[in-house]
């Protein structure tokens, strides 16, 4: 622009935003003052704490923040890459865009696509509760603490409460700080009763992530008889009368594992399920029960996330039936070539359906299809609106090994067969005889008792006899050996017996160790294999901790390092875990089954099954400490020790063998097993049978296992022709994260550097010795302004950088605090120094450059070299939920079409990250007239884009919001009959007291209905938003 041409401001006037002419991107204030230098007018600018700067005043002008990009694009205001990333860093910050993963690379995990499937959907779910059913091994509780990440980044979430069976707590409380960052504190129902009994009377500020048991909090089935005083029932009613509204909630989030045990309806457990879903925002359900269509389990579990969609069993399976056309479709276009005419065919049997007749998106899926020639944006867009009209990916997601692990690994079984000596076979079969006269009319725990004895038997005679009387083993062998969880599978209250009383016999204890064969054939396999490589890794499992102690002794005896873990050792197990992992650590880690819940070891090839467990799970889940996402090795090895003459050891390992349990990943065989196993177990100790009579049993068992193992598959089979599985979702996830379509260590240090250099320049950030990582010390004006911040945002996650002048290390990636002892504050979206500089950027967005002139060599852009213009724009949609994106369009010079979306976004993204300043571009640059005739290319492209992406939009909008006003009239009505109900039945009962809040909480429906009915008339009104973000050139070399 000429000097004649400049706008007329006055350089006198204080408080003037302004910046510089050959760098736009760096914005001041004027403070009033001027100066002469020879012929040259001076301004004083304030460029933010301690630089003030006299600058001629020719090279300064006026910032307008109603300045047209375009206008600025054709006058050369250019600024360069930091301006660049500084735009698109802010509008990722902001923690509202749809396609962005927040939890991506927000964990010490590696990355698996599928695991974000569930994040994905739930993003996009309408009701905020998920059942995740996704096969063991695959990562659920990564995917159920992703979905946390997520709230905390969108809804700012501060209240996590996670109900699992008490066994799992520690392994929770281990996951979420080993993984995650996460303290979760571990919690009894008391403590849990009183941290949030006073919670809807306070500010909504407190945040916490607590971990308590199913069995704790399960409500009794009158609990809201005020007269019941126990702990679970006042939990039960808090929950009860807080239903979560708009405005508050109990519980941001609610996490139940091990869902499965919620799924009938009629126990205390689905009663505290269905209590937990009212009082909380959101819901994740965990299980890894197989998907059996024609069982009632998978409906209780769906009728437990959405109650008024899932409301009759023949719906249901209408639903499912209409469902499977979707599903049908999908598959078609993902063959290749596409099968256009079997999609239209599927569409056209869907249009069938009660569900999908005369749907908008379906009708507008078929007119996407009928096109000759769709676009590569258009293909994709046809599979995303597919996606979508699933009818249950809202509600559930499920993945299996075999369709998302490309590479799994081999598994290669080896029996060391074992026979007793006289001298223990005669112990074995003596205590196996008294033990079967004892269970005679014996049921409950004490039954599970003898059998437990019956099991440490064959685990290790002598481990067995140094420590018969244990009083804390009966539910840790439940645990271990069954699969069971006292409480979990008995809600009655059944007194153990000491069942060992009356074994008597006498025993040389001395002599029964040195002729130990079990032992012996365990020692000379791994002396072997250590003179093979003394290196290797083994982890011996055995499901009672005095074999555990007693291979201990002995191992050490012999001269092998050997590591114990066990149930209930806290921190301690982490350290012996990093021990065992080390190079010159112990070769040997012994494990119970709850000792190595929570832990991955992938570093090891061999798992040696020391004893066998009746429940085929518990072989699965041994396996899976080693088989699991993170293995390097193409092959582990399993080694079974088995003892040939006895009976229950030739059952099992045949079983074994039939269900192939050692050779590939089985899912969860809890629903297969059932009464069948039970029987079997039992069979062993009924003193009427013969041998041959329980080997006749357990074969007529085993087939029956093996027969509904087989229709188990075929029902896993069709709930994937009827659920479906789509291989869209997968890649989108990729390719979000190759797009970067997540926010990056990178990004966030660079975010942070670069506003204290522009804002605060007292403020210090060096480098850590960790990647990633840097002691950042805030000036004296940072401290003050965040500290302010802090005090008026109480924001979730705690900082001590406006506390202290001294440096604080902080880590961008998580993955850092692996080689990172000391305290750390870990910096992610939520954190308050990033809240503090996006409120910054947000109270004051003239300090964003949108016009941007930058280059960067071919290899690292991706593309042809060439000058290319590229448009990004932000665009929103806001109806019954809220669609925030970013888009890109870019176009080469001297090309008639721009870039497909996908490839401009990889540009654009590429050049944020890599690109170089582009000094003096509008010089450089051959026509300025055709970099504008670009952008308008881009401009008018991406406008097509959005107006076809509203009209989608619309048509989601008024499918969901009739939906949601159907689904909103049933719930009040259930909720009212529930009530109404409880209220006759207290007037029968003569019970005056409850009756009036009652009455009560059945106004507070009735206007719940109201106000639900209220914001969805006004979620029906769809408002777009386009705005442009940025506009520039990209010199490709």
Same mark, same amino acid.
């Given at each position: 622009m000429a000097e004649g041409e400049r706008e007329e401001w006055n350089p006198a006037v204080p408080g003037l935003r302004v910046c510089l002419r050959d760098n736009p991107g760096r914005h001041g204030t004027t403070t009033g003052r001027t100066k002469s230098a020879g012929s040259f007018l001076m301004v004083e600018v304030d460029f933010g704490p301690n630089e003030k700067l006299y600058k001629r005043f020719d090279l300064l002008e006026p910032v307008s923040v109603e300045t047209d990009l375009f206008e600025l694009l054709a006058s050369g205001a250019f600024g360069g890459p930091s301006d660049l990333r500084r735009v698109l860093t802010f509008e990722k910050v902001k923690g509202d865009l749809t396609n962005v993963f927040y939890s991506m690379e927000a964990s010490n995990t590696d990355?698996?696509?599928?695991?974000?499937?569930?994040?994905?959907?739930?993003?996009?779910?309408?009701?905020?509760?998920?059942?995740?059913?996704?096969?063991? /091994?695959? /990562?659920?509780?990564?995917?159920?603490?992703?979905?946390?990440?997520?709230?905390? *980044?969108?809804? *700012?979430?501060?209240?996590?409460?996670?109900?699992?069976?008490?066994?799992?707590?520690?392994?929770?409380?281990?996951?979420?700080?080993?993984?995650?960052?996460?303290? /979760?504190e571990v919690v009894s129902a008391r403590e849990l009763l009183e941290r949030v009994a006073d919670l809807p009377g306070r500010s909504a500020s407190q945040s916490f992530v607590y971990i308590t048991s199913l069995?704790?909090?399960?409500?009794?089935?009158?609990?809201?008889?005020?007269?019941?005083?126990?702990?679970?029932?006042?939990?039960?009613?808090?929950?009860?009368?807080?239903?979560?509204?708009?405005?508050? +909630?109990?519980?941001?989030?609610?996490?139940?594992?091990?869902?499965?045990?919620?799924?009938?309806?009629?126990?205390?457990?689905?009663?505290?399920?269905?209590?937990?879903?009212?009082?909380?925002?959101?819901?994740?359900?965990?299980?890894?029960?197989?998907?059996?269509?024609?069982s009632d389990n998978l409906y209780q579990l769906l009728r437990l996330i959405d109650p008024d969609e899932f409301y009759d069993t023949f719906l249901f399976q209408e639903m499912l039936n209409a469902n499977a056309c979707i599903v049908r479709a999908q598959r078609a276009l993902w063959r290749e070539p596409a099968d256009i005419e079997g999609a239209m065919a599927a569409l056209e049997d869907a249009g069938k359906s009660d569900y999908f007749k005369n749907d908008l998106v379906v009708d507008r899926i078929?007119?996407?299809?009928?096109?000759?020639?769709?676009?590569?944006?258009?293909?994709?867009?046809?599979?995303?609106?597919?996606?979508?009209?699933?009818?249950?990916? !809202?509600?559930?997601?499920?993945?299996?090994?075999?369709?998302?692990?490309?590479?799994?690994?081999?598994?290669?079984?080896?029996?060391?067969?074992?026979?007793?000596?006289?001298?223990?076979? *005669?112990?074995?079969?003596?205590?196996?005889?008294?033990?079967?006269?004892?269970?005679?009319?014996?049921? /409950?725990?004490?039954?599970?008792?003898?059998? @437990?004895?019956?099991?440490?038997? +064959?685990?290790?005679?002598?481990g067995a006899l140094e420590s018969w009387r244990d009083k804390d083993l009966l539910e840790e062998l439940l645990w271990d050996d069954l699969g069971l969880s006292s409480d979990a599978w008995d809600d009655g209250e059944d007194e153990e017996e000491d069942t060992s009383a009356g074994f008597g016999f006498s025993y040389d204890i001395g002599a029964l160790e040195r002729g130990d064969a079990k032992y012996q054939a365990l020692i000379d396999f791994l002396k072997r294999e250590l003179v093979k490589n003394p290196g290797e890794k083994f982890v011996v499992f055995a499901f009672y901790r005095g074999t555990l102690k007693y291979l201990a002794r002995r191992l050490k005896a012999d001269g092998v390092r050997a590591a114990v873990i066990m149930g *209930?050792?806290?921190? !301690?197990?982490?350290?012996?875990?990093?021990?065992?992992?080390?190079?010159?650590?112990?070769?040997?880690?012994?494990?119970?089954?709850?000792?190595?819940?929570?832990?991955?070891?992938?570093?090891?090839?061999?798992?040696?099954? $020391?004893?066998?467990?009746?429940?085929?799970?518990?072989?699965?889940?041994?396996?899976?400490?080693?088989?699991?996402?993170?293995?390097?090795?193409?092959?582990?090895?399993?080694?079974?020790? @088995?003892?040939?003459?006895?009976?229950?050891?030739?059952?099992?390992?045949?079983?074994?063998?039939?269900?192939?349990?050692?050779?590939?990943?089985?899912?969860?065989?809890?629903?297969?097993?059932?009464?069948?196993?039970?029987?079997?177990?039992?069979?062993?100790?009924?003193?009427?049978?013969?041998?041959?009579?329980?080997?006749?049993?357990?074969?007529? +068992?085993?087939?029956?296992?093996?027969?509904?193992?087989?229709?188990?598959?075929?029902?896993? !089979?069709? +709930?994937?022709?009827?659920?479906?599985?789509?291989? $869209?979702?997968?890649?989108?996830?990729?390719?979000?994260?190759?797009?970067?379509?997540?926010?990056? @260590?990178?990004?966030?240090?660079?975010?942070?550097?670069?506003?204290?250099a522009r804002k605060y320049p007292g403020t210090k950030i060096e480098d850590a010795d960790a990647d990633h990582a840097a002691r950042i010390s805030l000036s004296d004006e940072a401290r003050r302004d965040l500290g302010y911040f802090v005090a008026e945002a109480t924001p979730a996650t705690r900082t001590r950088l406006h506390q202290t002048s001294r440096p604080i290390l902080c880590l961008f990636d998580p993955r850092a605090t692996r080689k990172v002892t000391q305290d750390v504050e870990y910096v992610e979206p939520s954190h308050p120094l990033i809240l503090w500089i996006r409120g910054n950027y947000d109270a004051d967005q003239s300090q964003l450059h949108r016009v941007n002139a930058l280059k960067m060599t071919a290899q690292d852009a991706g593309v042809a070299p060439g000058d290319y213009v590229f448009c990004a724009h932000r665009w929103s949609f806001t109806g019954f939920r809220s669609d925030h994106l970013l888009a890109f369009r870019a176009i080469r010079l001297g090309e008639v079409d721009p870039l497909p979306s996908a490839e401009s976004e990889d540009l654009v993204t590429r050049a944020a990250r890599h690109a170089a300043p582009f000094p003096n571009a509008g010089n450089m640059l051959e026509s300025m007239d055709a970099i504008c005739a670009g952008a308008v290319i881009c401009e008018q492209a991406l406008s097509d884009a959005f107006g076809e992406r509203l009209s989608n939009f619309y048509a989601e909008n008024t499918l969901r919001c009739d939906q949601q006003e159907t689904s909103a009239r049933k719930f009040a009505e259930r909720r009212i009959t529930e009530l109404q109900r409880r209220i006759d039945r207290f007037r029968v009962e003569q019970k005056v007291r409850p009756i009036a809040p009652t009455e009560g909480l059945i106004r507070k429906e009735e206007e719940q209905l109201r106000v639900k009915l209220d914001r969805l008339a006004r979620r029906r009104a769809v408002d777009p938003t386009m705005s442009a973000l940025a506009v520039g050139v990209v010199r490709v070399e």
């Amino acid at each position: 622009m000429a000097e004649g041409e400049r706008e007329e401001w006055n350089p006198a006037v204080p408080g003037l935003r302004v910046c510089l002419r050959d760098n736009p991107g760096r914005h001041g204030t004027t403070t009033g003052r001027t100066k002469s230098a020879g012929s040259f007018l001076m301004v004083e600018v304030d460029f933010g704490p301690n630089e003030k700067l006299y600058k001629r005043f020719d090279l300064l002008e006026p910032v307008s923040v109603e300045t047209d990009l375009f206008e600025l694009l054709a006058s050369g205001a250019f600024g360069g890459p930091s301006d660049l990333r500084r735009v698109l860093t802010f509008e990722k910050v902001k923690g509202d865009l749809t396609n962005v993963f927040y939890s991506m690379e927000a964990s010490n995990t590696d990355f698996y696509a599928h695991q974000f499937k569930p994040v994905m959907r739930f993003i996009e779910s309408p009701v905020g509760r998920m059942l995740i059913a996704d096969e063991v /091994g695959l /990562g659920k509780t990564i995917e159920a603490t992703y979905i946390w990440k997520e709230l905390q *980044a969108r809804h *700012a979430a501060r209240r996590l409460l996670i109900v699992c069976p008490a066994m799992l707590r520690e392994k929770w409380r281990s996951d979420l700080r080993q993984r995650f960052n996460i303290t /979760g504190e571990v919690v009894s129902a008391r403590e849990l009763l009183e941290r949030v009994a006073d919670l809807p009377g306070r500010s909504a500020s407190q945040s916490f992530v607590y971990i308590t048991s199913l069995e704790g909090i399960r409500p009794p089935a009158n609990f809201e008889d005020d007269t019941l005083q126990s702990t679970r029932a006042k939990f039960a009613r808090l929950l009860d009368e807080n239903v979560a509204t708009d405005e508050f +909630a109990l519980f941001d989030h609610v996490i139940i594992d091990e869902a499965h045990y919620l799924r009938n309806p009629s126990t205390g457990n689905n009663r505290i399920g269905r209590l937990l879903r009212e009082a909380s925002h959101h819901l994740i359900l965990l299980t890894a029960t197989p998907i059996q269509i024609g069982s009632d389990n998978l409906y209780q579990l769906l009728r437990l996330i959405d109650p008024d969609e899932f409301y009759d069993t023949f719906l249901f399976q209408e639903m499912l039936n209409a469902n499977a056309c979707i599903v049908r479709a999908q598959r078609a276009l993902w063959r290749e070539p596409a099968d256009i005419e079997g999609a239209m065919a599927a569409l056209e049997d869907a249009g069938k359906s009660d569900y999908f007749k005369n749907d908008l998106v379906v009708d507008r899926i078929k007119t996407h299809l009928r096109d000759p020639s769709p676009s590569a944006d258009r293909r994709i867009e046809t599979l995303r609106l597919l996606e979508a009209r699933s009818l249950l990916s !809202q509600y559930m997601t499920r993945s299996r090994k075999r369709e998302v692990l490309a590479n799994r690994v081999e598994r290669a079984p080896q029996t060391l067969n074992v026979t007793f000596s006289d001298a223990e076979a *005669a112990i074995y079969n003596h205590v196996t005889d008294r033990i079967r006269e004892q269970s005679v009319g014996v049921t /409950g725990v004490s039954l599970f008792s003898l059998i @437990a004895r019956q099991r440490q038997m +064959a685990s290790s005679i002598v481990g067995a006899l140094e420590s018969w009387r244990d009083k804390d083993l009966l539910e840790e062998l439940l645990w271990d050996d069954l699969g069971l969880s006292s409480d979990a599978w008995d809600d009655g209250e059944d007194e153990e017996e000491d069942t060992s009383a009356g074994f008597g016999f006498s025993y040389d204890i001395g002599a029964l160790e040195r002729g130990d064969a079990k032992y012996q054939a365990l020692i000379d396999f791994l002396k072997r294999e250590l003179v093979k490589n003394p290196g290797e890794k083994f982890v011996v499992f055995a499901f009672y901790r005095g074999t555990l102690k007693y291979l201990a002794r002995r191992l050490k005896a012999d001269g092998v390092r050997a590591a114990v873990i066990m149930g *209930a050792m806290g921190s !301690q197990k982490d350290e012996i875990i990093e021990q065992f992992r080390d190079a010159d650590g112990p070769s040997i880690l012994l494990s119970s089954e709850v000792g190595s819940e929570g832990i991955d070891l992938q570093f090891c090839r061999f798992v040696v099954n $020391y004893d066998l467990p009746w429940n085929p799970m518990r072989i699965e889940q041994r396996i899976g400490r080693l088989d699991r996402l993170g293995q390097q090795a193409e092959r582990i090895s399993i080694i079974n020790l @088995a003892v040939t003459n006895t009976v229950e050891d030739r059952i099992l390992m045949r079983l074994y063998e039939r269900i192939n349990v050692f050779r590939e990943s089985i899912g969860d065989l809890e629903e297969i097993l059932g009464e069948t196993t039970e029987q079997l177990m039992l069979s062993l100790l009924d003193p009427k049978l013969s041998d041959d009579e329980r080997e006749r049993r357990s074969a007529t +068992a085993e087939l029956a296992i093996q027969n509904t193992q087989k229709q188990q598959r075929d029902l896993e !089979q069709e +709930a994937v022709n009827l659920v479906g599985f789509s291989d $869209y979702i997968l890649d989108h996830i990729n390719d979000s994260r190759d797009k970067g379509r997540w926010l990056s @260590a990178v990004e966030l240090r660079s975010l942070v550097e670069d506003f204290f250099a522009r804002k605060y320049p007292g403020t210090k950030i060096e480098d850590a010795d960790a990647d990633h990582a840097a002691r950042i010390s805030l000036s004296d004006e940072a401290r003050r302004d965040l500290g302010y911040f802090v005090a008026e945002a109480t924001p979730a996650t705690r900082t001590r950088l406006h506390q202290t002048s001294r440096p604080i290390l902080c880590l961008f990636d998580p993955r850092a605090t692996r080689k990172v002892t000391q305290d750390v504050e870990y910096v992610e979206p939520s954190h308050p120094l990033i809240l503090w500089i996006r409120g910054n950027y947000d109270a004051d967005q003239s300090q964003l450059h949108r016009v941007n002139a930058l280059k960067m060599t071919a290899q690292d852009a991706g593309v042809a070299p060439g000058d290319y213009v590229f448009c990004a724009h932000r665009w929103s949609f806001t109806g019954f939920r809220s669609d925030h994106l970013l888009a890109f369009r870019a176009i080469r010079l001297g090309e008639v079409d721009p870039l497909p979306s996908a490839e401009s976004e990889d540009l654009v993204t590429r050049a944020a990250r890599h690109a170089a300043p582009f000094p003096n571009a509008g010089n450089m640059l051959e026509s300025m007239d055709a970099i504008c005739a670009g952008a308008v290319i881009c401009e008018q492209a991406l406008s097509d884009a959005f107006g076809e992406r509203l009209s989608n939009f619309y048509a989601e909008n008024t499918l969901r919001c009739d939906q949601q006003e159907t689904s909103a009239r049933k719930f009040a009505e259930r909720r009212i009959t529930e009530l109404q109900r409880r209220i006759d039945r207290f007037r029968v009962e003569q019970k005056v007291r409850p009756i009036a809040p009652t009455e009560g909480l059945i106004r507070k429906e009735e206007e719940q209905l109201r106000v639900k009915l209220d914001r969805l008339a006004r979620r029906r009104a769809v408002d777009p938003t386009m705005s442009a973000l940025a506009v520039g050139v990209v010199r490709v070399e």
